[in-house]
């Protein structure tokens, strides 16, 4: 049984490409897996944000998990920061990497080209590290990613044979997974540009009221022509409604494709919205029933319990291997 972890970033309303890509798979893996799915708040805290809109994101994504089908008695749900091991073996790895290697992450790059130099905090720069420890914590083999963080995950695999190759084989060299279809879910107002949490316009996010839904679905950007043909480069509105379709309705883009040979555009996105509105109408169902009981409390506290022992031996294991003395 493989170790599967992932995480959802507490920053900005999560969207229906967060569901697409993230949410409504995670469950897929618990029945097979040892999964482990959190809620990465220190990460959230590498750009600005106010505290009580990082409380409310939290809290959110934590019912979004449940909503989607996660079941607690089978995978463990943990607020990062409520796991101390998460912070201290960053600590530890953060020696084990070079700041060539983490300036030339990407991320790093384009967030930064937009802040003064002198308004980029190290959180932002160490960001790497801090998501290879959370990774290499619990010894994970899947991980489930975006395409936006695969690196993230190669510079891990580097971290983790650079360590192995000084210490002996302790920690587990992780694989990205990226879902195929869905792990790029683009924004409806401008297809060419990823949905992301930044444009209401363009964006489905996933507390929107369902008429307002259907709404940003008619009145999507599409492309010249009448055929409803998947094509990135000259088709990228239809492409991206395509995408949407087919990963919601769990099918491949050629069957999706061929249930539209004829319609015209509008016929299509009726389609679109309609499938829409009804998998995210019972998903913010379930949410609201879970945001306004106890489980969320319960449900991170038993999660944060279980997740400090699973760390714990993986902290002192390295430890033990750099010669730390009075490893309990």
């Known amino acids: 049984m493989d170790k599967v972890l992932s995480a959802i970033k507490p920053t900005g309303q999560l969207t229906l490409g ?3 890509g993230a949410l409504k798979n995670f469950p897929k893996y618990q029945e097979d897996n040892d999964v482990l799915i959190f809620i990465a708040d220190y990460h959230a805290l590498t750009l600005p944000i106010d505290p009580q809109v990082l409380y409310t994101n939290t809290r959110d994504i934590c019912a979004f998990y449940l909503a989607a089908g996660l079941d607690p008695e ?4 943990f607020l990062q920061s409520q796991v101390p091991a998460h912070a ?8 084990y990497v070079h700041m060539g290697e983490l300036s ?4 790093f790059k384009d967030k930064s080209r937009s802040l003064n130099e002198k308004n980029i905090g190290l959180g932002l720069f160490t960001y790497p590290v801090l998501m290879a420890s959370d990774i290499v914590l619990y010894q994970a083999k899947k991980i489930p990613v975006g395409e936006d963080q695969k690196q ?3 510079l891990t695999r580097d971290i983790v044979e650079r360590f192995n190759h000084i210490y002996g084989e302790i920690l587990v060299k992780p694989e990205p997974v990226i879902s195929k279809v869905g792990a790029r879910i ?3 107002s401008d297809p060419t540009r990823k949905m992301s949490k930044s444009d209401p316009k363009g964006d489905i996010f996933l507390k929107d009221d369902l008429m307002i839904i259907r709404k940003k679905i008619m009145q999507a950007k599409t492309d010249t022509g009448c055929e409803v043909k998947f094509d990135r480069e000259n088709k990228p509105g239809i492409s991206n409604l ?5 990963s919601l309705k769990e099918i491949s883009i050629e069957e999706a494709e061929k249930e539209f040979v004829g319609a015209n555009y509008g016929t299509f996105k009726k389609a679109v919205a309609d499938v829409t509105v009804d998998i995210l109408g019972a998903f913010q169902k379930r949410y609201y029933e879970i945001i306004n009981s106890d489980l969320i409390d319960k ?6 319990i279980k997740a400090r022992e699973l760390s714990s031996k993986t902290l002192n294991d390295v430890k033990r291997a750099i010669g730390l003395y009075g490893v309990l």
């Open 18 to 20: 967060n569901y697409i």
């Open 74 to 77: 089978k995978c463990t749900i």
């Open 88 to 95: 201290e073996l960053a600590t530890i790895l953060g020696n």
């Open 104 to 107: 030339r992450m990407t991320q």
């Open 152 to 154: 993230h995950v190669e």
């Open 186 to 188: 683009m924004s409806l």
């Open 242 to 246: 395509l995408t949407i379709y087919a």
């Open 299 to 304: 449900v991170l506290k038993s999660g944060a």
